[in-house]
């Protein structure tokens, strides 16, 4: 990358840190994400130390990716209908209050899976209203050709702050307990409501008002809302590519986290430190991945991009199982980590391009709703495959799953050349 190059990305970064509303934004997703990183190594943590289970890590694992499925479509339909700001000051609150009630509860009575379990779908149940009215808030905060740009930002930030959050709460758990490491979590997500506060309702533009339907009672609307957007969705021919692979690669992905602490402990032979120390190198990766995207989105096409990261993952997470030593591991987790949050911020800013503001929230949801949907299988398997067969022959397996889907993107001619400038009237035009 030539000089000239480097200071034009740097001054595009500069300049969308300069909007006032985005650096607020910015700030409290770094403490709130950092926190989130506490609480899942945590709870995995806790899991597995107290079932020694990789059944049971994946059954947490499943409750995260049910509540996509189940709540995230119809927290879509009212994520566009709502003030997308106040929404997710709401949802910060109630999960800083739901979790600080699970804390009580663990510190006062003790472990509990059950609890646990229902801990996890009412956290993530919430934060599925959170998630789309989201990513559906970022392009009110900066112009359309800073999207890319803001995406990776906010991915590279989120995994500095994972690559942080990872190693610090490797370091609580082992120090001061799982619990101590969850109030951290709790705190950070006050933080972020009062972030998300201090952003003045004229700061950044309302999105496009919802095209007025005919009178009709509200579960008429809602159900009305809710086909729209599923219409939307299968009328794109990038997004439902995009959407069928990533059904495939959301399911082998499922199987990678159960394994972890089995795979630390079996085949890395170490402990918790280590434990925060795979996921510290893996966000890493992933800051520098997301940093960089947009200057490789600027030179590749985006399809060119999803094809080259998703084979790369693939073989990052092979060598991962065959590997057995702790620095060689650590490095390919890190380089997994780059080529992951790399085709994060390409897929993100591609489905952001594509959809008119007004449905964005609600596509966004049903796109992760349907991808996820083989994710709870995925992640049970992962965790009955870790039992059976061990963590590392799994990662090998998991790694050729990938390299079998980039084979496939390749070969889709739609998917493989999809462009990040494609206005989202052209594509909504096409049959």
């Not at 934004?25 to 709130?32: H, I, L, M, N």
């Not at 997710?88 to 804390?103: A, E, H, N, P, T």
């Not at 005919?214 to 809602?222: G, N, Q, T, V």
């Not at 991009?305 to 693939?314: H, Q, S």
Request: glycine share 10%; with cysteine; hydrophobic share 55%.
């Amino acid at each position: 990358m030539t000089k000239s190059v480097k200071a034009s990305r740097w001054t595009s970064y500069r300049a969308v840190l300069r909007r006032r509303p985005f650096l607020l934004f910015f700030g409290g997703s770094v403490v709130s994400t950092l926190g989130n990183h506490f609480f899942e190594l945590a709870l995995m943590w806790l899991t597995f130390s107290e079932t020694r289970s990789s059944l049971k890590v994946a059954a947490i694992a499943v409750v995260f990716q049910v509540t996509y499925v189940v709540v995230g479509p119809a927290a879509g339909v009212f994520a566009d209908r709502w003030d997308r700001r106040r929404t997710m000051i709401v949802c910060d609150l109630i999960r800083s209050g739901l979790l600080g009630g699970f804390i009580f509860a663990t510190f006062r009575f003790g472990f509990s899976f059950p609890l646990a379990l229902l801990a996890v779908f009412l956290l993530e149940s919430t934060g599925r209203f959170f998630g789309p009215s989201r990513q559906a808030y970022i392009p009110t905060l900066v112009e359309r050709d800073q999207l890319v740009t803001a995406n990776g930002l906010l991915t590279g930030i989120r995994q500095a702050a994972g690559l942080g959050g990872q190693a610090l709460a490797g370091v609580v758990i082992a120090t001061a307990g799982a619990l101590a490491a969850m109030v951290i979590d709790a705190v950070s997500f006050v933080f972020s409501a009062v972030s998300l506060m201090l952003i003045r309702p004229g700061d950044a533009p309302k999105p496009e008002s919802p095209v007025q339907a005919p009178e009709m009672s509200r579960a008429r609307r809602f159900w009305s809302e809710l086909r729209e957007g599923y219409q939307v969705l299968a009328g794109v021919p990038v997004l439902r590519a995009l959407l069928l692979f990533a059904i495939f690669e959301n399911a082998i992905f499922a199987m990678i986290e159960p394994a972890m602490p089995a795979y630390v402990r079996t085949d890395l032979h170490t402990g918790a430190w280590a434990f925060g120390l795979v996921g510290s190198f893996q966000f890493a990766g992933g800051l520098f991945g997301g940093l960089l995207a947009g200057g490789l989105a600027s030179n590749l096409r985006a399809g060119t991009l999803i094809v080259a990261t998703t084979a790369f993952n693939g073989g990052a997470v092979i060598a991962a199982g065959l590997v057995h030593v702790v620095p060689g591991a650590l490095m390919l987790w890190g380089a997994w980590g780059f080529s992951l949050a790399v085709m994060g911020v390409v897929e993100q800013s591609l489905e952001q391009a594509l959809l008119p503001s007004r449905l964005l929230a609600r596509v966004l949801a049903m796109m992760s709703s349907v991808g996820m949907v083989l994710m709870p299988t995925g992640s049970l398997l992962g965790g009955f495959l870790a039992n059976r067969i061990g963590a590392a022959p799994l990662y090998v397996l998991v790694g050729a799953g990938f390299v079998a889907a980039s084979g496939a993107i390749l070969a889709h001619p739609i998917l493989r050349s999809a462009r990040l400038d494609t206005e989202p009237e052209e594509v909504g035009a096409r049959p």
